[in-house]
């Protein structure tokens, strides 16, 4: 799935070379995504933007064969990992089997992330076959549902998170608003006495439980981004029940600021 993603693409389809078609799913790029893509043998659908979960089942449903491999653009096998599909990719694609669940790697800040449990060798489900697994159709935080057990692989592939901590924290953003604007929907209720607790929580969780402590200080902000994160969807949660009038206001700001499609 892409939506200005022309800084990364290019490495994202080059790292798949047994792929028998690529496909982009592209939800009204301004830059040049498109040209990147088709530059790279993509076939590339445009679909105005549906969610997360939502958007990933309609592009299982695009593609011309069974077997999907999905990376988000960002994303890139490594050569030991495209050594091992090729390896294994005969027998699999013979089998019953609903998928494969793949090791994930993150850089950060420029730099490979180690002891960080999260960005360290994450197991999540990425490759499968369409009739035997499915994305849940959260609008954020999405996950592959498999029928079956999952095959596991050994080699990574990377995931080359936010290129900054400005690009990070307008994530952060952009989710925070999808989170809270889902617990609206459901009726949930603001706790604001609750957020240094949940802060508290989310950091020691992230920097002592996961390990970001052995990151150095890239570890800290890793640790401090996720517990704020943690509170200010609950803090925008507030606010949206205070004020339902800013969900409209800050829905144009988003889209200005490019957060929102």
Not at 41 to 50: C, M, N, S, T, Y
Not at 223 to 251: D, I
Request: proline fraction near 6%; hydrophobic fraction near 45%.
């Amino acid at each position: 799935m892409t939506w200005n993603e022309a800084h990364n693409i290019g490495r994202c389809l080059e790292s798949v070379p047994f792929a028998a078609e690529k496909v982009v799913i592209d939800s009204g790029s301004s830059d040049d995504t498109v040209r990147i893509a088709e530059s790279h043998g993509a076939r590339v659908v445009h679909q105005p933007w549906l969610g997360f979960g939502p958007q990933r089942n309609f592009a299982s449903t695009q593609a011309a064969h069974d077997w999907i491999l999905f990376l988000d653009a960002d994303e890139c096998l490594s050569p030991e990992l495209v050594a091992e599909f090729e390896a294994r990719l005969p027998e699999l694609l013979a089998s019953r089997h609903p998928g494969a669940e793949l090791r994930r790697s993150a850089w950060y800040m420029g730099a490979p992330i180690r002891w960080y449990r999260p960005m360290v060798g994450e197991r999540v489900g990425r490759f499968y076959h369409r009739g035997r697994a499915r994305w849940t159709d959260a609008p954020v935080h999405e996950a592959l549902r498999f029928d079956g057990p999952a095959e596991p692989f050994a080699a990574v592939f990377r995931h080359h998170h936010s290129p900054t901590l400005v690009h990070k924290q307008l994530k952060v953003l952009g989710y925070s608003e999808l989170k809270a604007l889902g617990w609206v929907e459901r009726g949930r209720r603001p706790n604001l006495w609750m957020c240094p607790v949940v802060y508290l929580a989310a950091f020691i969780k992230d920097y002592i439980l996961r390990l970001a402590v052995f990151v150095g200080g890239r570890g800290f902000v890793v640790a401090h981004v996720a517990a704020s994160y943690a509170v200010h969807k609950r803090l925008r949660l507030y606010e949206l029940t205070v004020n339902p009038e800013s969900r409209e206001s800050a829905r144009r700001v988003m889209l200005k600021l490019g957060l929102t499609r």
